[in-house]
């Protein structure tokens, strides 16, 4: 009897799943134990195993195709079974019908378009736990040129860095879905890898695209005023479709003066290239200013109005997005204290007069922080629809401003490890965060955050929370200012520290007693070397 496989779970987390790749096709024999697709997940892509064996009758979900988990993903059963019960069953109509072999190798489903063997469709990876978009920041490759496994195709920028996108596959880049300065969502298609010659309109309508392979692109090399022909038989659809913009629509301008020119609200109409057959490149807008009445202006008058322009980034939209999240969903409410820092001042100074070790303020409070946690695994927790869950390792995520926002690195096992250790990971990641270098795998999994700003002077901050954390710890300078110590007026060292808790999770009560116990470690640091 011929059995259904559904989309399966292979995460806690998992709500749906996409199909990267079939390793079988419709009236293919499947063992049990063969790997039947590869299915990528919120976490990873993982081979999926089969645990029936027979004939594959149906596939539910095609390559690059998102559906819930549950969902029919495919039928396995007796050759030439009837599975029309099973698929109405489904909820779905037959996506895919077998393949007679016997018939005409050049007929094809007039319903169904098939991807050619040998080529592939790259989508847009989903590159970090929360990327739900990517800019491609620059093609390394171009259309028709060769494609190796292991080549760097291009450059994405997510909402957490740029990272090179590596290809799997090799053969010719035969189409890209995405120009220079592009946003599309994850699983958008993103390029073709084939054989030279491949239809890419055919590959483009078995993935259900509503795309058509653009125009081929215009070579810098080709005077401006010269007007640009059409490729062989094979592109006169494409010319078609996508029509070659007149030359006076033609702007010729590097992709770096484009993007400077949307950032500063310059028409390129207006700016005179100096580059190659009259391409304006960076230093045309670096050197631009605006005409008037046929005389460049050499001031600004007064009053008038100006603005700047700043498109906003992968990671600026996710931070407004995820911020906002927090704040509107999570009930925030927030706890204030101020600690004695006079013995923290003198335990430094004596730690960093041992050889070669120098450790920050921030380095102790995230150590006292850890050890606190370990000791009150409330705070250490998270909210979820139906539980609350309290983690038992500490993980802190330290906050690094960068150009574009910010970033939360994540300290792996805060708790276990030492001063030092902890001052090493913070500066290594502070100093890669803001080269766009840190791996998405080093921004995942933090179980409490904390938020430093006392090294720009300021006093006391709150913070919105980042979740799935329930809680941040914001840190304020530290302020000499005049202090009671027993019963006499004396000049002291105080910081300021205030805990954001997401009401859910931490109740008034158990974050006081987690800021009792932080106070013992940070007013007593050597406590936290026993």
Known sequence: MAEIINMPRLSDTMEEGTVAKWFKKVGEKINEGDIIAEIETDKATMEFESFNEGELLHIGIQEGGTAPVDTLLAIIGKKGEDISALLKEGGELSQEAPVDESTSGVSISTEVALIPEGTELITMPRLS?????????????????????????????????TMEFESFYQGTLLYVGLNEGETAAVDS??????????????????????????????KESIIATEIVSVEETKNIKEAIIHPVPSVSERILASPLAKKMANEKGLNLNQIKGSGEHGRIIKRDIDNYQPQQYGMVQSFTPSGTESVTVIANSQMRKTIAKRLSNSK??????????????????????????????????????MKAAALALKIHPQVNAKWEDSQI?????????????????LVVPVVKFTDEQSLSQIGVSVKDYATRARDKKLTPSEMDGSTFTISNLGMFGIQEFTSIINQPNGAILSVGAIDKKPVVKEDKIVIGNTMKLTLACDHRVVDGATGAQFLQTLRGYIENPLTMLL
């Open 328 to 365: 509107f969903t999570a009930p925030h409410y927030y706890l204030g204290v101020e600690f004695d820092m006079d013995n923290a001042i003198s335990f430094r100074s004596q730690y960093n007069s041992l050889p070669e070790t120098k450790i920050s303020f921030n380095d102790i409070v």
């Open 129 to 161: 736990d929360t990327m739900e978009e990517g800019t491609v920041a620059s093609w390394l490759k171009k259309v028709g040129d060769k494609v190796n496994e292991g080549d760097i195709l291009a450059e994405i920028e997510t909402d957490k860095a």
């Open 189 to 218: 298609v993103l390029a073709i890898i084939g054989k030279k010659g491949t239809d890419v309109d055919l590959v483009l309508a078995a993935h259900g695209s509503k795309e058509v392979a653009p125009a081929a692109p215009i």
């Open 389 to 405: 869950t309290q983690h038992h390792h500490v993980h802190v995520g330290v906050a690094v401003a960068v150009e574009d926002g």
